[in-house]
């Protein structure tokens, strides 16, 4: 595998033929009783708790029971966008190692089933006549932790170094492409881009953890796993979670909280193309270390200058709520909020913060923001946002981005189906 290199967003060098026996390892880990998974730490969120709570679980029913907390996995588009956010978030990314087309479809399927059942709290259903047995017995739950299960495409699915890989190289959208650099940016593209992104979300973190390690151990010969990322927000209870910074993370969410909202912001419809793309959306996923050091030596005035907020209540300066009515003339013009609201347009945000212990060469802690929002347009929404903020915010001496991916997330799927089935209607 070749070195890091610094701006490099893509995995267009990564052929079959690079994927090494740690990739393997790698997967065999991850399908067994272990939790030690390479690449970005997957282990480090659970770690605090000391170790993994078992779920408990019963024999294999195949019952179509469904918890009354659960979140339903099926439907005309993809929960876990526009859905409440939940406590806790395991977000991977996987390479699909197989080129034949219908290898693709098959393994689309047994996810889709498969996430049908978690999400529902339902046993694991019998795929290719094996019954998936885990050693753990978390096959049932008491609760489904309010799961939800998102998938999204990434631009190598389409074209690999040049190769329409599964014929679908025409049906990849203009809006899956990297997100330009940005000053000041160090991209890691080990921890950066896939073929296909899964991110699932629980109010239980070992629930979280075990849809990845299931939908990875269904998936062994076809996919391996690229990266890994988990994220937390605290107990919110309805209320804006705040990041490690102390501000409150995602307060411009309300403004698409409305069904027209998310119509004019994050849904795709039919006049934007491709056609398998309606009713989805675009999935942008940036890993944002915070210096927490730096940051705890700023006096608060200055911190809430930075972000154009007050630290308690969250209102913009010159407002006593959190929600009122930002005034452009209230708040400095290299603050965060200040930029971002420049830049015209909304985007909505479903990021989670992170912590992996402590830097081995700075000795200070590996923490920060990863940074998630969903859109109709990356190129008219979020980046013309980025470039303002990379340019000119106040916040950036305090940042670094390490990572960046781009993601077309297909409408939902009905039963009997598959995620992204409208994407091979003509195959």
């Known amino acids: 595998m070749k070195p890091i290199q610094a701006n490099e967003l893509n995995n267009d060098n990564r052929d079959e033929s690079s994927y090494s026996r740690r990739d393997v390892l790698k997967m065999v880990t991850l399908a067994g009783t272990g ?39 099926y439907g005309e588009r993809q929960a876990g966008i526009g ?13 699909i190692i197989s080129d034949n087309v219908d290898k693709l479809k098959q393994l689309l399927k047994i996810w889709t089933d ?45 074209t690999r170094n040049g190769i329409d890989r599964f014929g679908l190289g025409s049906q990849c959208p203009d809006e899956l492409r990297d ?33 990845i390690r299931n939908l990875a151990a269904a998936s062994i010969e076809m996919a391996v ?99 009122d009515a930002v005034s452009m003339r209230q708040i400095p013009s290299n603050s965060h909020v200040w930029l971002a609201r420049s830049a015209g347009t909304k985007i909505l945000r479903r990021s989670y913060s992170y912590f992996e212990g402590i830097d081995p060469v700075t000795g200070n802690l590996d923490a920060g923001l990863f940074f998630i929002s969903f859109q109709k347009s990356v190129r008219k929404q979020l980046v ?14 305090f940042i670094s981005t390490l990572s960046s991916s781009v993601f077309a997330c297909p409408p939902g799927s009905s039963k009997g189906g598959f995620i992204g089935e409208q994407l091979f209607k003509g195959n």
Not at 83 to 95: S, V
Request: charge should be negative.
């Open 225 to 323: 796993i690229r990266w890994v990322q988990t994220g937390f927000i605290d107990d919110s209870d309805g209320h804006t979670p705040r990041n490690l910074f102390g501000f409150k993370d995602g307060t411009a969410n309300i403004e698409l909280e409305s069904e027209q909202g998310k119509e004019n912001y994050v849904w795709v419809d039919s006049s934007k193309g491709p056609a398998w793309m309606t009713n989805g959306t675009y999935l942008v996923a940036r890993k944002i270390r915070m210096d927490m050091e730096k940051w705890e030596q700023t006096f608060d005035i200055k911190q809430e200058a930075i972000f154009g907020r007050s630290k308690n209540s969250g209102a913009p300066f010159g407002m006593h709520d959190e929600f």
């Open 83 to 95: 859905t409440p956010q939940q406590m806790y978030m395991c977000f991977a990314a996987f390479d």
């Open 114 to 158: 498969k996430s049908a059942d978690m999400t529902a709290g339902r046993a694991l259903r019998e795929t290719n006549g094996q019954q998936q047995v885990n050693s753990s017995e978390e096959s049932t739950t008491d609760s489904s932790a309010k799961l939800t299960i998102t998938f999204g495409f990434g631009s190598t699915l389409f």
């Open 384 to 397: 013309p946002m980025l470039s303002l903020l990379a340019k000119s915010d106040a916040l950036n001496p």
């Open 179 to 211: 997100i330009p650099s940005m000053p000041g940016e160090t991209i890691n593209s080990q921890i950066s881009g896939g073929d296909i992104c899964i991110q699932v979300c629980a109010n239980d973190p070992t629930a979280a953890f075990h849809v």
């Open 35 to 73: 939790i030690v998974v390479g690449s970005s730490g997957m282990a480090s969120l659970f770690a605090i708790n000391n170790r993994l709570k078992a779920i408990s679980g019963s024999e294999v029913s195949q019952s179509e029971k469904v918890n009354n907390d659960a979140i339903l996995f």
